[in-house]
């Protein structure tokens, strides 16, 4: 059983640029979370997505967007980077029923901006 | 708002000596508390978990109490290893308000040596 992916594994980017993030959650698991995670620091909640649509969200600005596929998966896409954006990016899921209770992150992706 | 504060790392042990990392929170409600590890290069795996007060989390040789007269979560090993370093974080999920998003301390790193 599949755990929680994500792609790419690495990127750089240059300041102004936008990227996206795709994450795939576990099997089963209908509800998918966001984290920004920079050096030295918890992880801390961008947004989360259940049945296609933004359930809760953090203190991120609208640069952060995402979206939810009929398959669970998700992306996120960051528009007009900023050097502060650097950071190790987790995906989480979580199973029905559990919310954000109980989640399994995935590897991350680590998004360098210069 | 919801915090978690976790001692300051790195801790550095020597194989199988007694671990102790110290986690206080505050919350506005009554939240359920958790420790997570995340081993280099990997995303964040849940160790163990305690859901109200009194209750103790464990799992591979770890545990941690719920204190909510001192409002702690301590996290502690009898006997470490060389496998166990690792960066740990303490996190608390607060329903209160349909939220069950996590907010987590800062990590705290373990270091053992052989």
């Known amino acids: 059983d599949a755990g929680v992916t994500q792609s790419p594994t690495h990127l750089i980017k240059t300041r102004g640029q936008q990227v996206t993030l795709r994450c795939s959650p576990k099997?089963?698991?209908?509800?998918v979370s966001w984290y920004q995670q920079a050096l030295g620091q918890g992880p801390q909640f961008i947004f989360q997505?259940?049945?296609?649509?933004?359930?809760q969200r953090g203190n991120f600005p609208d640069r952060f967007s995402g979206h939810q596929f009929p398959n669970y998966s998700s992306e996120l896409n960051v528009n007009a980077l900023l050097l502060g954006d650097s950071a190790l990016y987790l995906c989480?899921?979580?199973?029905?029923?559990?919310?954000?209770?109980?989640?399994?992150f995935g590897p991350g992706t680590r998004l360098t901006v210069t | 708002g919801n915090s978690v504060t976790q001692m300051e790392g790195p801790v550095t042990l020597s194989e199988e000596a007694f671990l102790t990392i110290n986690c206080t929170y505050t919350?506005?409600?009554?939240?359920?508390l958790f420790w997570y590890v995340q081993y280099p290069g990997e995303g964040l795996q849940l160790l163990l978990k305690?859901?109200?007060?009194?209750d103790k989390g464990s799992n591979k040789g770890f545990e941690a109490t719920y204190r909510k007269e001192t409002t702690s979560f301590h996290l502690e090993k009898g006997s470490v290893q060389v496998s166990d370093s690792a960066v740990y974080f303490c996190?608390?999920?607060?329903?209160?308000?349909?939220?069950?998003?996590?907010?987590f301390g800062r990590g705290t790193s373990l270091i053992v040596h052989p």
């Open positions: 305690a859901t109200k007060a009194d």
């Open positions: 989480a899921s979580s199973p029905p029923g559990q919310g954000s209770f109980e989640q399994y």
């Open positions: 919350a506005t409600g009554y939240p359920s």
């Open positions: 099997s089963g698991h209908d509800t």
């Open positions: 997505y259940y049945e296609e649509e933004e359930r």
């Open positions: 996190a608390l999920s607060d329903a209160s308000g349909g939220s069950y998003i996590p907010t």
